[in-house]
């Protein structure tokens, strides 16, 4: 922080993404309507673009986008860094301990297991073991260092069992039961809902669709473009899981017997909007038209 050294004027802080969108946003209305009336409408426009955020997203997001915001704003005092995965050795957890103990059950076992391996960038042997499974061939690997931190299971909805069923996922106990093994894939389609809307997860999303793993858009005109899965709701039980086109931007159905939820509907969309060079252009894309000997058809 502080002043600008360059003398052009008083510093004007700029600490947010929305404080960049507004002020694009200013930019843009001052062009056509650059006269008296334009100050207050630009005005106006700021100010909501800057209430937005702050108004509904706690609401909306649940606790545990409250709990991102939360940490967020840790990380943006000095010597905190972001980390959706536990890469750092300070724990969400352990630095604000009245939210994370009212959260989730599920806390305390994770506090407890973090010594089974806190800074393994591995996936558990049993996410191996369910990844090598054809109908989970779209899922990503998710590393104990994410299951096995605190803050990425925070309001996470109850599963059965659901401390022996992370148990089975981090250490594998208990992989004859049939109960634990059900209720171990719909927990992991929950977390890998987060992780791959997480920065390493979302790197993760991008190395498997570079290797090209994802299957490609059925549309002719859609030249083979890969295709990214997708869920038609966040919530379970709401569909399976779905490809989305960049190119045409449509939904297909896939073959896997996955719930969507497992991908929610997210993913695509902040995925081209972090990976713009991933994203075909809208130039490429090629309607098609019906013709009869050549004749294009009005109707
Ligand atoms: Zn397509």
Redesign the pocket.
């Known amino acids: 922080g502080g002043r600008g050294a360059t003398g052009h004027g008083p510093w004007f802080p700029l600490p947010t993404r929305w404080g960049v969108r507004a002020v694009e946003a200013q930019l843009v209305m001052a062009g056509p309507w650059a006269g008296r009336r334009g100050l207050p409408c630009c005005l106006a426009v700021v100010l909501v673009l800057i209430a937005l955020p702050c108004g509904s997203g706690h609401r909306r997001g649940g606790p545990w986008a409250a709990a991102l915001l939360e940490r967020l704003e840790m990380a943006n005092q000095p010597g905190e860094e972001i980390s959706g995965h536990a890469s750092s050795s300070s724990s969400w957890a352990s630095s604000s301990p009245s939210s994370a103990s009212s959260s989730n059950s599920l806390l305390s076992l994770v506090t407890g297991s973090a010594a089974l391996s806190p800074s393994s960038h591995a996936a558990p042997i049993w996410v191996e073991e369910f990844l090598s499974r054809p109908k989970n061939c779209f899922y990503v690997a998710v590393p104990v260092s994410f299951i096995t931190d605190s803050f990425n299971l925070v309001g996470l909805p109850d599963v059965p069992y659901q401390k022996e069923t992370l148990q089975l996922i981090l250490s594998g106990a208990g992989k004859n039961n049939e109960t634990l093994q059900a209720s171990a894939e719909v927990l992991y389609g929950l977390i890998h809902a987060r992780y791959v809307v997480s920065r390493p997860g979302l790197e993760t999303v991008r190395r498997k669709f570079l290797r090209c793993e994802f299957p490609t ?3 002719t ?2 030249r083979g ?1 890969q ?1 990214i899965p997708t869920g038609l709701a966040d919530a379970l039980g709401r569909g399976t899981v779905k490809m989305y ?6 939904l ?1 159905d896939t073959q896997a017997d996955v719930d969507g939820a497992a991908w929610g509907t997210t993913l695509p969309h902040l995925f081209f909007l972090t990976f713009k060079d991933l994203e075909p252009s809208r130039v490429a894309y090629t309607p098609y038209e019906p013709r009869i000997h050549g004749f294009r058809l009005r109707r």
């Open positions: 858009c059925p549309r005109l859609c473009q295709m086109c960049p190119s045409c931007r449509e297909y």
